[in-house]
């Protein structure tokens, strides 16, 4: 098992129970309103559903060798997906909230940890 693996299982899950739980959390985060049922679903799905089928496939990868090359692959593709699209939104629109800098860091980090399977 990798580090990146276990680490990203960890950061999965507890990012997607809570959106799950509780989604308005987003909002103290991001300042991202939730302020209508649709968009408290929209973050349940993306950031709840999402965290927790991604917790699922580095459990999958952990626990059973011949996936886990294509789903590490995938999920670190995924995560620089994210940091990228992330580094593209801030270079249009510098944001104000630190915290963004944080995210796309953690990101692009555990993105290419899992792509190369560090």
Do not use: C, D
């Amino acid at each position: 098992m990798h580090v990146s693996t276990f680490l990203a299982f960890t950061l999965f899950a507890a990012m997607g129970g809570v959106m799950l739980w509780k989604p308005e959390y987003l909002t103290r985060l991001t300042g991202v309103e939730l302020s209508t049922v649709e968009s408290r679903n929209e973050a349940r799905a993306v950031y709840g559903g999402f965290g927790v089928a991604m917790a699922l496939a580095m459990f999958i990868a952990m626990v059973y060798s011949p996936l886990s090359g294509g789903i590490l692959l995938t999920s670190g593709l995924a995560l620089i997906g994210m940091a990228a699209g992330r580094g593209y939104s801030a270079w249009l629109e510098m944001p104000t909230n630190s915290l963004i800098w944080v995210f796309l860091g953690i990101e692009a980090l555990l993105g290419l940890m899992l792509f190369f399977r560090v």
